[in-house]
């Protein structure tokens, strides 16, 4: 049984933590948020301390560490500019850790980690769960064996997703760029890693709109070119959509053809932590070519609509 604490245990993602750390069979020692709305550890772990104050959430794990009962693991769920620094803490308290994705926000802070891992001589690894989807690793194997028979095969990619957000969203910390990484980064950086999986790095990067709300562009690996449009805006949503009463829109398709992966996401966080318990978690190395990605994407310039582009570009 590994023993855990976990780093922001209010947020919406933590549910997720706390049910992969039960289902492997291990132990939530310490949880640690400024928000108290926490009361979704009783699920799970009751028994579990619980901090809102740094200070003490360190002092509890220095108690722990002299007493020689260790910490292995460390899970970061906190808001997106405070990965880095958190990760750092886990390292220097001799637990790996286990972080959100986005890793980070600023690509130089991946070699900052990487120093941090030989100091200590404990890892990072990040929650990239769509590599472990059965239908993306179909897709994946399906799109190798074409490109096998044919490696001059280029595949046109349509990527939209909307997922609308409240006027809250913007008041939060999400809504502050300089916090969340903005849209490409805090809703897109799961869909750039699959892409990067799937097609391998990015050739050519083009960004035609970018604002608090959506953003568009079109990327080139090898052998794709991908047209992409991410939104947490509404009116972006379809009419059939909407008229269904729903807020949340995710269409991908590779050559006119929609590839369905609607299921199959309950378990995904289990199964990521069974990777890395099991020595095969997704490191530094492998987060890197999205989060280089998302990077360029918030600072590069705009392109004119010109030549290949999201239709939904136009809008914007």
């Not at 308290?93 to 941090?116: F, M, Q, S, Y």
């Not at 829109?249 to 966080?269: A, N, P, V």
Request: net charge negative; hydrophobic share 45%.
């Amino acid at each position: 049984m590994q023993r855990f604490a976990l780093v922001g245990a209010a947020g919406y993602i933590a549910p997720r933590h706390l049910q992969a750390i039960r289902d492997t069979g291990n132990k939530l020692v310490v949880a640690y948020d400024i928000n108290d709305s926490v009361g979704i550890m009783d699920s799970f772990f009751p028994d579990a301390a619980f901090f809102t104050v740094a200070e003490k959430f360190e002092s509890f794990l220095d108690g722990e560490a002299v007493a020689g009962r260790k910490l292995d693991y460390i899970s970061i769920c906190s808001p997106n500019d405070l990965h880095a620094p958190h990760m750092r803490a886990a390292l220097r308290h001799g637990a790996d850790a286990i972080c959100e994705k986005p890793l980070v926000l600023d690509a130089t802070d991946l070699d900052a980690l990487r120093v941090v891992e030989r100091e200590t001589g404990k890892k990072i690894y990040t929650i990239l769960q769509l590599r472990l989807h059965d239908s993306v690793i179909a897709l994946k194997a399906k799109i190798d064996a074409e490109l096998a028979a044919n490696p001059d095969k280029r595949f046109a990619v349509d990527l939209t997703y909307l997922t609308s957000r409240g006027a809250w969203y913007f008041t939060s910390w999400k809504g502050d760029l300089r916090r969340s990484g903005g849209i490409a980064t805090n809703i897109g950086i799961h869909f750039f890693d699959m892409l990067s999986f799937l097609f391998g790095n990015v050739v050519e990067n083009r960004v035609h709109a970018s604002n608090d709300a959506a953003a568009a562009g079109v990327l080139s690996f090898r052998s794709a070119d991908v047209r992409w449009f991410l939104s947490i805006n509404e009116a972006y949503l379809p009419d059939a959509a909407r008229a269904a009463g729903k807020r949340t829109f995710r269409s991908i398709q590779f050559d006119g053809e929609e590839f369905e992966f609607s299921e199959g996401f309950t378990d995904l966080h289990t199964r990521s932590y069974e990777a890395v318990l099991g020595g095969k978690g997704f490191g530094l190395d492998v987060a890197e070519p999205s989060v280089l990605l998302a990077n360029d994407i918030r600072r590069m310039p705009l392109a004119p609509l010109a030549g290949d582009y999201h239709p939904l570009a136009r809008k914007l």
